[in-house]
């Protein structure tokens, strides 16, 4: 099993939808949590980052962590089809204090118009 | 700025070629890594720097070697290409006391025939 866990989709919603993407992990000493958006042929770009558990928000973009069931999770209201991308989790812990994060796989995601 | 700066963008090499896909940036930042993306697999790191001087192991290190003479570039060698390595790399930054948080590169496409 690997620490992090993403579903690879592709999840197609219409434009206008609320879409949820989640990530489950094993690790508990995880702190730092981060979801990167990676459009066709580009690098990622970090989108979010939130420390511990608890909620952050950004626009049309809300971060969730739930440590005790370790599960994160980030929502995009009025999704639009400039959101289709693929979004990657990550998250790290303290390790020698260099912060190495481990990545999900990606979601692919398609709005369509 | 430019940010993190990678070239190539293209290869295309013979098997056991050797090359040097080279990183660099242009922030300051004492951690660049490296890491390379399959269809299905997301990133994995194959090797990351803490400051000049100071390289590690990652996840995938066989196969490739890097080194850190100054603090803006951090090359990446294949000694000799296998087909294995066709993939896309991608070099990422970040500030050392930071927790995560990094700054890709567009990324370099690499077929190994």
């Known amino acids: 099993q690997k620490e992090v866990e993403q579903d690879p989709g592709p999840l197609s919603v219409p434009e206008g939808a609320i879409v949820s993407l989640n990530c489950t992990y094993s690790n508990s000493a995880f702190q730092y949590f981060m979801w990167y958006r990676q459009y066709s042929r580009k690098g990622p770009e970090l989108l979010m980052y939130?420390?511990?558990?608890g909620n952050k928000e950004d626009g049309r973009f809300t971060a969730q962590v739930d440590k005790s069931s370790k599960y994160i999770s980030l929502f995009i209201r009025d999704s639009q089809p400039s959101d289709s991308a693929t979004y990657l989790c990550?998250?790290?812990?303290?390790?020698?204090?260099?912060?190495?994060?481990?990545f999900g796989r990606g979601t692919s995601l398609i709005v369509h118009p | 700025n430019a940010g993190v700066t990678q070239t190539p963008k293209f290869q295309v090499l013979k098997t056991g070629q050797s090359m040097t896909l080279q990183c660099a940036q242009d922030m300051n930042h004492e951690y660049m890594s490296w890491y390379r993306q399959d269809p299905g697999m997301g990133l994995r790191l194959i090797h990351y720097?803490?400051?000049?001087?100071?390289?590690d192991q990652g996840e995938v290190p066989n196969g490739y070697n890097v080194s850190r003479s100054t603090t803006e570039d951090f090359p990446l060698r294949l000694l000799s290409a296998a087909p294995s390595q066709t993939s896309v790399y991608f070099c990422a930054s970040s500030l050392r006391e930071n927790t995560g948080e990094l700054f890709f590169g567009e990324g370099s496409r690499l077929t190994v025939l």
């Open positions: 990550a998250m790290s812990a303290a390790a020698g204090g260099s912060y190495i994060p481990t």
């Open positions: 939130t420390y511990s558990s």
């Open positions: 720097s803490v400051g000049a001087g100071i390289t």
